[in-house]
Nanobody, 124 residues
Framework: VQLQASGGGLVQVGGSLRLSCAASGDMSSEYGMSWFRQIAAGERELVAAVSNTGLTYYPDSMRGRFIISRDDAENTLYLQMKSLEPEDTAVYYC???????????????????WGQGTQVTVSS
């Protein structure tokens, strides 16, 4: 499984961005997918997750400003972000796992498949 994240960039406070993650192969039947972001050296924070059946999960701190979706026909994962704040500045990573529990419990160290990360910078 190979994942390729894109769509990051520089945006002003209050702006919006949409991240994409292109996946190799057919991910739809087996893999849940998620977005994490790097919050400190060696630590990643769950932003959102979507199961192989389309069930979505957001940590409470992420609910409302982020929307995760997937297009299985295109093998692509998306993260729509709005009302961005300086605190959202981070490298965002997409990830895939057959184990939904690893994604929603943010057990990122046990997730096998990662994209390379895309930088999001929110300027004030």
């Amino acid at each position: 499984v190979q994942l390729q994240a894109s769509g990051g960039g520089l945006v002003q406070v209050g702006g919006s961005l949409r991240l994409s993650c292109a996946a190799s192969g057919d991910m739809s039947s087996e893999y849940g997918m998620s977005w994490f972001r790097q919050i400190a050296a060696g630590e990643r924070e769950l932003v959102a997750a979507v199961s192989n059946t389309g069930l979505t999960y957001y940590p409470d701190s992420m609910r409302g400003r982020f929307i995760i979706s997937r297009d299985d026909a295109e093998n692509t994962l998306y993260l729509q972000m709005k009302s961005l704040e300086p605190e959202d500045t981070a490298v965002y990573y997409c990830a895939a796992s057959k184990h939904w529990g690893l994604l929603v419990r943010a057990m990122w160290k046990q997730i096998l498949y990662w994209g390379q990360g895309t930088q999001v910078t929110v300027s004030s």
